[in-house]
């Protein structure tokens, strides 16, 4: 399975930002993906979560209102809608794919992972 990120940029805080994640390879074998992010400085942290299938999500609490998950099966692709965009937001965001059935926030449970997109947010 490979996985590429799409549709970093800068943007001032209040903005928003649609990250694309193109999936190719054996995706019959992915049951969940996610996105995570490393800020400067900061272990890498749990943004959202979505089943390939049933369309079920989780997010973090620190996204959650502001940040939507969601895929299109045909086109094999994952997106994250990031709106309201503040200055803690700023990170390399990775889309990561699991075989696993569990939407897990735990990086550890992931299988495949994109190589990042930079999304910086100025004050």
């Known amino acids: 399975v490979q996985l590429v990120e799409s549709g970093g940029g800068s943007v001032q805080a209040g903005g928003s930002l649609r990250l694309s994640c193109a999936v190719s390879?054996?995706?019959?074998?992915?049951?969940?993906m996610g996105w995570f992010r490393r800020a400067p400085g900061k272990e890498r942290e749990f943004v959202a979560a979505?089943?390939?299938?049933?369309?079920?999500?989780y997010y973090a609490d620190s996204v959650k209102g502001r940040f939507t998950i969601s895929r299109d099966n045909a086109k094999n692709t994952l997106y994250l809608q990031m709106n309201s965009l503040k200055p803690e937001d700023t990170a390399v965001y990775f889309c990561a794919a699991r075989s696993g059935v569990v939407l897990t926030p735990s990086a550890s449970g992931y299988d495949y992972w994109g190589q990042g997109t930079q999304v910086t947010v100025s004050s």
């Open positions: 979505i089943s390939w299938s049933g369309g079920g999500t």
């Open positions: 390879g054996r995706t019959g074998s992915i049951y969940v």
